[in-house]
């Protein structure tokens, strides 16, 4: 790790200009901590030993932060780490969700009349059958009868109109 941001440094910065930066063994250091240049792979590498080990345990934005801040600093580096731990495969799938119920569930009204609501939705991005890459379907709330009428990837709201009105 320290090899390559090394290399990334020694190319990066020729001068150093300013009491905060300073220049030692190849490695370009930031108010005392080393300075990872703009690098994915470099930034997620160090990331990535401070979130994924078994030592560190995957913990939250703010721990990694501080973990990741003990000795590397880069530009935006609180965005970069806040974007890698929400999107952490094992903490999204492992960690329980923090958040207080959403509240009590009513339950939706009973509806006396046949296709007084109904629901409409597409399945799209078939593989071509007669022409048709798409289905339409239409659900009648009460009764649950279906209609599955062929049709295009690229219906319009008057051509889905069209259809209901023919086929329903």
Known sequence: MAKAARELCQA???T???AEWSEDEGLLWFRGKIYVPWNPDLQRRVVSLCHNTKVAG???R??????????YWWPQMS????????????CLRTKPIRQAPVGEL??????????????VDFVVELPLSSG????????????????FIPTHTTVTAKGAARLFLHQV
């Open 12 to 14: 990066s910065s020729k």
């Open 16 to 18: 150093v200009r300013s």
């Open 58 to 60: 995957h913990p939250g």
């Open 62 to 71: 703010w721990k990694t932060l501080k973990l990741v801040s003990r000795n």
């Open 79 to 90: 965005r970069y780490i806040g974007q890698y731990v929400s999107t952490c495969d094992l």
């Open 106 to 119: 009513h339950p939706l009204q009973i509806l006396d009349l046949r296709w007084d609501m109904l629901s």
């Open 132 to 147: 048709h890459d798409a289905v339409m379907t239409v659900v009648d709330s009460v009764s649950k009868r279906a209609y």
